[in-house]
């Protein structure tokens, strides 16, 4: 039987980022980027979300909580193996392409940086580790490398852990090297935003290196922050939101023993309501308080909470 014209026709944007729980910019950006998009136009040209185009963001949307790169996950996604790259697809006539050639090349450069950081590390040669990462860094900004080199090696160390148990002390010097090139982005001397972006592990959350990297990615679009780092007890943050009138508010888990979001909604209320966007895959998602918003990656995180301060 046919369904519904609007059924027939698909889901518009805005409907599945509200059934995801993203924000409608994050599938734009995963459309763009890895080619994950609608692929149905209605009468009136909009595009629409197919049943099948929805399968593979929740494909890759579940990759992604679980620790995969973005690039890996919308792979897997299509239908390709890990490591073989998207086909490039047409968004029709006058729309966005793919550049022929450029994503590869570009694609295999990254994946040579990936393997020296990666043999970098194992060796524990942190001068080596240092230069890498400076390196990229400086080149690329801090979100480009921290999704494109830095996830994909302590991703690499992580699965080497769970299959051996070694490599901790690996994980350790790189995490510390990271934390000390991160720390060297620069605050905005004239931060586009009058208040500032707070920034929190859950409650005994000890990983606290992603959201360093959010600081240091937040710094260089020029937003000023409050970084609060590991193990922040919520009455800690509610006294912080009370002290600083934060833009926002962002708080990551990414355990499930520090995922449980009952005590995110004793938070403080203030007028208009400061957005709360969460991070991370410990979150227990069906538990959360409706107004806040998840993100999956860096570069969502920095889109969501650039978009919610006030200017200057």
Not at 42 to 62: K, W
Not at 245 to 271: C, M
Request: aromatic residues 4%; positive net charge; hydrophobic residues 45%.
């Amino acid at each position: 039987m046919s369904g519904p014209p609007d059924q027939e026709a698909g889901l518009s944007v805005g409907a599945v980022a509200q059934r995801l729980g993203v924000a409608a910019s994050t599938l734009r950006t995963w459309d763009r980027r890895y080619g994950i998009g609608p692929s149905r136009r209605s009468a009136g040209s909009h595009r629409r979300y197919a049943p099948a185009d929805i399968v593979r963001l929740e494909t890759m949307q579940r990759m992604i909580l679980a620790g995969a790169p973005p690039a890996e996950a919308a792979r897997v996604a299509v239908g390709g193996e890990p490591g073989e790259a998207p086909a490039p697809r047409a968004h029709g006539a006058g729309g966005n392409r793919v550049p022929v050639g450029g994503a590869a090349a570009e694609s295999g450069a990254m994946s040579a940086e990936v393997r020296g950081l990666a043999r970098a590390a194992m060796a524990l040669d942190a001068p080596a580790m240092a230069r890498t990462v400076r390196a990229a860094l400086e080149r690329d900004g801090v979100v480009r490398a921290w999704e494109g080199l830095f996830v994909p090696v302590l991703d690499g160390i992580g699965r080497k852990h769970a299959a051996t148990g070694d490599c901790v002390d690996v994980e350790h010097l790189l995490s510390t090297v990271l934390l000390g090139r991160l720390a060297e982005v620069p605050p905005p001397a004239r931060p586009l935003n009058a208040r500032p972006v707070l920034l929190a592990c859950a409650p005994e959350e000890q990983h606290s290196l992603p959201v360093h990297a959010l600081a240091a990615a937040l710094a260089e679009a020029g937003i000023a922050v409050r970084l609060l780092g590991a193990r922040v007890p919520a009455p800690a943050l509610a006294a912080a939101i009370r002290r600083t009138g934060p833009g926002a508010v962002f708080v990551w888990s990414r355990i499930a023993e520090t995922g449980d979001p009952g005590w995110l909604d004793g938070l403080p209320r203030a007028r208009p309501a400061v957005p709360l966007v969460v991070g991370g895959p410990g979150w227990a998602r069906d538990r959360l308080p409706a107004a806040a918003r998840v993100v999956a990656t860096l570069s969502e995180a920095v889109t969501e909470l650039g978009s919610a301060y006030g200017p200057s």
